[in-house]
């Protein structure tokens, strides 16, 4: 048995069946034994690859986003450009690289870092090492220094949040459960009482018996601190995930290892565990904060908005262009969805 599997079987046998968020966390961040915490994921080597692996072309547009956004609000003193779970540090070094092009602003930010794994913190580090810009870490979006500017960018991180799922009975809407079976092993129950109508949400209404929804609150409660501090300090944020513009029901959280879909419970610990991202949801939640939020656009539209067709022109590079932009690749399940301050313009790629 892995030591997550262990850990999590001994919570359960303490305490009872715990939520399926409770079951994610345990499995992706857990600072001992959880995915996330030992082990660098990405590549070929390892479980999946992501859009600033494909190609350069992504940090690098991403990067002059930012800048762009800079100049759109007049320049603002004390940027900080900050990355929500930053992986390996591919994207913040190719936006790095890119915004040589934009030196007023690469002259005056700060990198700051949120990541929980310190194999990936390390990881991060090696690649900016010889950027010639400061960067930070922090653990957390709190953690994040206050009352300044925020460009910031978060690539495939609100899919790993820990997510809710509830499960339309005869009884009401029944959050899921994951308890012990009687070999040890982990398996979905239903909570025998269900949500107080109150607490679902009313475009739940007309699910089918067995229907499944979804919820991060931990996604949403990050997007509303980052809208917070946006309408305060100004700036702008760029979420890019998979994930659906509106929701549906249908359960959507997967486990893959090896570039291999498997099953959620079996390995926990040891395959990546995501969840569609409820892009309406976290619109509203940057609503609740006091911003604007700009899309969902799908990131085949968004990128080349941004001119990817040229620089894969130069950089002579059509198969990841496709990869990142055709539809029935990377191209329309990936959205970006954006942040600005309500008096500002809408950023490149959402006019
Ligand atoms: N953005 C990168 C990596 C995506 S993988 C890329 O596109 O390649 C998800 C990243 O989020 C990892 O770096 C993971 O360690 C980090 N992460 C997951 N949950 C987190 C949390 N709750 N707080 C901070 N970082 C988290």
Redesign the pocket.
């Known amino acids: 048995m892995s030591e997550a599997l262990s850990r999590i079987a001994a919570t359960i046998a303490a305490q009872g069946p715990v939520t399926v968020a409770q079951f994610m966390a345990m499995a992706?961040?857990e600072q001992r034994s959880g995915y996330?915490a030992t082990r660098n994921p990405?590549g070929g080597a390892g479980d999946f690859i992501?859009?600033?692996?494909v190609s350069q072309m992504f940090g690098e547009l991403i990067g002059l986003w930012c800048a762009q956004c800079w100049e759109d609000q007049k320049r603002p003193a004390r940027p900080l450009l900050v990355e929500?779970?930053?992986?390996d540090g591919?994207?913040m070094r190719d936006a790095l690289r890119a915004l040589k092009l934009a030196p007023e602003f690469r002259s005056q930010i700060e990198v700051v870092l949120?990541?929980?794994?310190p194999v990936?913190r390390e990881a991060q580090a090696r690649a900016l090492a010889d950027t010639g810009v400061a960067v930070q870490p922090a653990e957390?979006v709190d953690a994040v220094p206050h009352d300044r500017p925020l460009f910031l960018v978060a690539?495939?991180?609100f899919d790993?949040?820990p997510i809710h799922q509830y499960v339309k009975t005869p009884r009401g809407w029944c959050e899921r459960m994951v308890r012990l079976d009687s070999e040890g092993g982990l398996a979905f129950a239903v909570a025998p009482v269900a949500l107080p109508p109150g607490r679902v949400p009313a475009n739940r209404d007309g699910a089918p018996d067995g229907g499944v929804y979804e919820a991060s609150p931990a996604g949403e409660a990050i997007v509303e601190e980052i809208a917070h501090r946006i309408a305060a300090d100004g700036g702008a944020a760029l979420l890019i995930d998979y994930g659906y513009a509106t929701p549906g029901f249908g359960e959507t959280l997967q486990a893959v290892a090896a570039h291999k879909f498997c099953d959620v419970l079996a390995a926990p610990g040891s395959a990546d565990l995501s969840a569609h991202v409820d892009f309406a949801a976290l619109g509203e939640a940057a609503g609740r904060g006091g911003a604007r939020a700009c899309g969902p656009v799908e990131q085949g539209a968004f990128l080349t908005a941004l001119g990817i067709v040229q620089r894969a022109q130069k950089l002579r590079d059509d198969e990841a262009l496709m990869r990142l932009t055709a539809p029935e690749q990377m191209g329309a399940l990936f959205k970006a969805l954006a942040i600005v301050p309500k008096t500002a313009p809408a950023p490149a790629g959402f006019a």
């Open positions: 992706l961040i996330y990405l992501t859009a600033p692996l929500l779970g930053p992986g591919t994207l949120v990541e929980t794994s990936l957390s690539n495939e991180f790993a949040l």
